[in-house]
């Protein structure tokens, strides 16, 4: 089984500051990683995944982010934060063969002010 | 490429009713995943729908339940409704949600408030 944990319920940040988003997982094989984000009212949009390879992932929006296997960890950056950016950031695991599905964790609201 | 529907995106019923939720995914796709979205539990999976036939099935009561068209349109029936099922249900598709790190595309989601 796996688990996700997403250490912050809510970041609060002005625009154009930098922000990252904590992430670590857990599971007893190996996984693909996903950050979603859900504006108000929609359903989730995928903001970038990792699959294999470089542990740097570039997603839509300016953001990106690391996969750090020892720390079991795939954090999410962005270096210059917009009012847009306020949303629910949701990071989750699959693993990486068979049929499986999405496991979340609980999200992390960033708040971005003026 | 229109996207997941889902339809309706609100709904209100009493404890005891029963509901149907109907979710459309993009075309050509195969899988329709649903999620239950609550402020406690967060996003937690229901049940995975492939080629007509539930392939993974989450840790809900039997209360719920789905079905896939031959067409890959999904349903969701929840029956006997409790105040806690009151969430935001969301349904994804995929092409095959084999272990390909495919991405899942979510639909709106249909808010149920169960009174």
């Known amino acids: 089984a796996q688990s996700v944990t997403q250490l912050d319920s809510q970041v609060p940040v002005f625009e154009e500051a930098p922000v990252e988003l904590r992430c670590n997982y857990s599971s007893s094989v190996s996984v693909y990683l996903f950050w979603y984000v859900q504006y108000p009212n929609q359903g989730l949009q995928l903001l970038l995944k990792?699959?294999?390879?470089?542990?740097l992932v570039k997603g839509i929006n300016g953001f990106e982010a690391e996969f750090n296997k020892s720390q079991t960890s795939f954090h999410l950056r962005k270096p210059s934060v917009h009012i847009s950016d306020t949303a629910e950031y949701f990071c989750a695991v699959r693993p990486n063969s068979g049929y499986s599905t999405l496991t979340f964790g609980k999200g992390t609201m960033l708040l971005v002010s003026p | 490429k229109a996207g997941v529907t889902q339809t309706p995106r609100y709904l209100i019923k009493t404890r005891g009713q029963q509901v149907t939720l109907s979710c459309s995914p993009i075309s050509g796709h195969r899988s329709v995943s649903w999620y239950q979205q609550t402020p406690g539990q967060g996003l937690q999976f229901l049940f995975e729908y492939f080629s007509e036939t539930q392939r993974n099935k989450g840790n809900f009561p039997g209360r719920f339940s789905g079905r896939q068209f031959s067409n890959s349109r999904s349903e969701m029936n929840v029956s006997t409704l409790e105040l806690g099922d009151s969430a935001l249900y969301l349904c994804?598709?995929?092409?095959?949600?084999?272990?390909?790190?495919?991405?899942?595309?979510f639909g709106p989601g249909t808010r149920l408030l169960v009174l």
């Open positions: 990792y699959l294999s390879g470089s542990t």
């Open positions: 994804a598709s995929s092409l095959i949600a084999g272990g390909l790190g495919e991405t899942q595309y």
